[in-house]
């Protein structure tokens, strides 16, 4: 096996690293949920009941309401889930970790994101890459720096490109414009002596003096002289 090229490690680390952001940011998140609901929940719990009733009733309420907390954790995590997977990396192509490392997930045949089903079912299909995490490795080997869930979804991952402002063009100086069609010669081209600056009303084609206008293959016409009229 040859030596890797640069450009497959930078790739791999791309990925590696957006997958541990997005993983940090998931478990902060469920741990932060959960030790806050552990909270209040065992700050309701010597409140619960009024002091007197029995153990099984207050077990009870406690239940109840560990129960309400726990499922309120467990949608607000899950909602996470959908939004970061789902919805944003459907829409715009990165999760949280892939825009801060600057690189998106599109369809392999129209270079658009895929969508909110189909990245939440690439998500999915990264389970068989995490058999032995073989999947998490192949992009350092194949050709487009596929997993198998890339594979099996047809998506690649690209590096996202900064916008390049276009660089405005100063006006044209002034005579520079092409000369407008009215008056042009028969072959398109302007007359060599017409200029920008030339007053309205100067014809633009000029003839000679002593030409006038003939049919094609007649000579023009000489009128004699009045010294040569016979006497």
Same mark, same amino acid.
């Given at each position: 096996? @040859?030596?890797?090229?640069?450009?497959?490690?930078?790739?791999?680390?791309?990925?590696?690293?957006?997958?541990?952001?997005? *993983?940090?940011?998931?478990?902060?998140?469920?741990?932060?949920? =959960?030790?806050?609901? =552990?909270?209040? &929940? @065992?700050?309701?719990?010597? /409140?619960? #009941?009024? /002091? $007197?009733?029995? /153990?099984?009733?207050?077990? #009870?309420?406690?239940?109840?309401?560990? $129960?309400?907390?726990?499922?309120? &954790?467990?949608?607000?995590?899950?909602?996470?889930?959908?939004?970061?997977? =789902?919805?944003? *990396?459907?829409?715009? =192509?990165?999760?949280?970790?892939?825009?801060?490392?600057?690189?998106? +997930?599109?369809?392999?045949? /129209? $270079?658009?994101?895929? @969508?909110?089903?189909?990245?939440? +079912?690439? *998500?999915?299909?990264h389970i068989l890459d995490a058999i032995f995490y073989i999947g998490y490795l192949l992009p350092l080997f194949t050709a487009k720096r596929q997993t198998i869930a890339d594979t099996l979804v047809k998506t690649v991952c690209l590096p996202i490109e900064p916008l390049r402002a276009s660089t405005p063009q100063p006006p044209p100086a002034y005579g520079t414009q092409p000369p407008p069609r009215y008056g042009t010669s028969v072959d398109g081209t302007s007359p060599a002596h017409w200029s920008p600056r030339q007053p309205y009303g100067t014809p633009l084609l000029r003839l000679p003096a002593t030409a006038s206008p003939s049919a094609p293959g007649r000579s023009p016409r000489q009128r004699p002289s009045p010294l040569s009229w016979p006497r």
């Amino acid at each position: 096996m @040859g030596v890797l090229p640069a450009e497959a490690y930078t790739s791999w680390i791309r990925r590696v690293g957006a997958f541990v952001i997005d *993983q940090l940011l998931y478990m902060i998140l469920a741990v932060g949920l =959960g030790v806050g609901g =552990g909270v209040i &929940i @065992g700050m309701a719990d010597g /409140t619960s #009941c009024p /002091t $007197g009733e029995s /153990t099984d009733a207050t077990s #009870c309420s406690s239940s109840v309401f560990e $129960g309400i907390v726990s499922s309120i &954790i467990t949608l607000v995590v899950l909602a996470y889930w959908f939004w970061n997977w =789902g919805y944003r *990396q459907g829409r715009t =192509g990165s999760s949280i970790g892939k825009s801060v490392l600057k690189f998106k +997930v599109v369809s392999e045949r /129209t $270079g658009r994101p895929i @969508g909110f089903r189909m990245s939440l +079912v690439r *998500q999915v299909a990264h389970i068989l890459d995490a058999i032995f995490y073989i999947g998490y490795l192949l992009p350092l080997f194949t050709a487009k720096r596929q997993t198998i869930a890339d594979t099996l979804v047809k998506t690649v991952c690209l590096p996202i490109e900064p916008l390049r402002a276009s660089t405005p063009q100063p006006p044209p100086a002034y005579g520079t414009q092409p000369p407008p069609r009215y008056g042009t010669s028969v072959d398109g081209t302007s007359p060599a002596h017409w200029s920008p600056r030339q007053p309205y009303g100067t014809p633009l084609l000029r003839l000679p003096a002593t030409a006038s206008p003939s049919a094609p293959g007649r000579s023009p016409r000489q009128r004699p002289s009045p010294l040569s009229w016979p006497r």
